[in-house]
């Protein structure tokens, strides 16, 4: 289902990012039933336009936390770069860390070519890692230093790769609780947690959504 988005603050007071939005590519993702719900909301679609904003949506199940990334991406300057979603909860572990980093030939058993990751494919776009807080802490620590750093290696490669891509994280998790339970790193919820979009669960959809600048 489509997502309303109803302002609670002004974004722009927040942090100074241009209100400029590419308002027909929000639109296509993001859009209300009533005539009032079909306006864009200046403070959903001004994160859009923080092109290097790392957003962090929390959410029940079925809130559409996907289609409210690809709206940020549509609305955003990178909407001509590729938009990859991988949810990290469905991938074993044994594969997650290939999708997102890829590998050279020979990094391990069946690694006959190339592969290029997530990181790479995104290009100057954006990458979208659903139910993130599922992560191995061992991958958790290797994402740290990508969105610490903005680098990337290719499993089994030596060579340094920037990221350009801007990262948007969806979890239906309580992060706070997994940071407690020492099941999420407190370093890497720190470096995600920067603008914080709560979504709501379908049965108070119509209560909008809030959003919180941390960092």
Same mark, same amino acid.
Not at 148 to 173: C, K, M, V, Y
């Given at each position: 289902?489509?997502?309303?988005?109803?302002?609670? *603050?002004?974004?722009?007071?927040?942090?100074?990012?241009?209100?400029?939005?590419?308002?027909?590519?929000?639109?296509?993702?993001?859009?209300?039933?009533?005539?009032?719900?079909?306006?864009?909301?200046? +403070?959903?679609?001004?994160?859009?336009?923080?092109?290097?904003?790392?957003?962090?949506?929390?959410?029940? *199940?079925? *809130?559409?936390?996907?289609?409210? %990334?690809?709206?940020?991406?549509?609305?955003?300057?990178?909407?001509?770069?590729?938009?990859?979603?991988? &949810?990290?909860?469905?991938?074993?572990?044994?594969? $997650?860390?290939?999708?997102?980093?890829?590998?050279?030939?020979?990094?391990? *058993?069946? %690694?006959? &070519?190339?592969?290029?990751?997530?990181?790479?494919? %995104?290009?100057?776009?954006?990458?979208?890692?659903?139910?993130?807080?599922?992560?191995?802490?061992?991958?958790?620590?290797?994402?740290?230093?990508?969105?610490?750093?903005?680098?990337?290696?290719?499993?089994?490669?030596?060579?340094?790769?920037?990221?350009?891509?801007?990262?948007?994280?969806?979890? &239906?998790?309580?992060?706070?609780?997994?940071?407690?339970?020492?099941?999420?790193?407190?370093? $890497?919820?720190?470096?995600? &947690?920067?603008?914080?979009?709560?979504?709501?669960?379908?049965?108070?959809?119509?209560?909008?959504?809030?959003?919180?600048? +941390?960092?």
């Amino acid at each position: 289902s489509r997502l309303l988005a109803h302002e609670r *603050t002004s974004w722009e007071d927040i942090c100074g990012l241009s209100a400029a939005v590419v308002r027909g590519g929000w639109a296509s993702y993001v859009i209300g039933e009533g005539a009032a719900s079909r306006e864009v909301s200046p +403070l959903a679609t001004q994160v859009a336009t923080g092109a290097s904003v790392t957003v962090l949506l929390v959410g029940e *199940t079925g *809130t559409g936390k996907e289609l409210f %990334a690809r709206g940020i991406h549509a609305a955003s300057q990178r909407a001509a770069e590729p938009f990859v979603a991988i &949810n990290c909860a469905a991938i074993p572990e044994t594969l $997650l860390e290939s999708e997102l980093f890829g590998h050279e030939p020979g990094a391990f *058993t069946d %690694a006959r &070519n190339l592969k290029r990751g997530l990181f790479e494919v %995104a290009g100057g776009g954006t990458v979208f890692l659903d139910e993130f807080a599922e992560l191995p802490l061992k991958l958790q620590a290797k994402l740290l230093r990508v969105v610490e750093d903005r680098r990337f290696r290719r499993l089994g490669g030596s060579e340094e790769r920037a990221l350009t891509a801007r990262i948007i994280a969806g979890t &239906n998790l309580s992060l706070e609780t997994a940071v407690a339970d020492n099941r999420f790193r407190a370093d $890497l919820f720190y470096r995600l &947690n920067v603008a914080r979009l709560a979504l709501p669960a379908l049965r108070v959809r119509d209560g909008g959504f809030e959003l919180s600048l +941390l960092h």
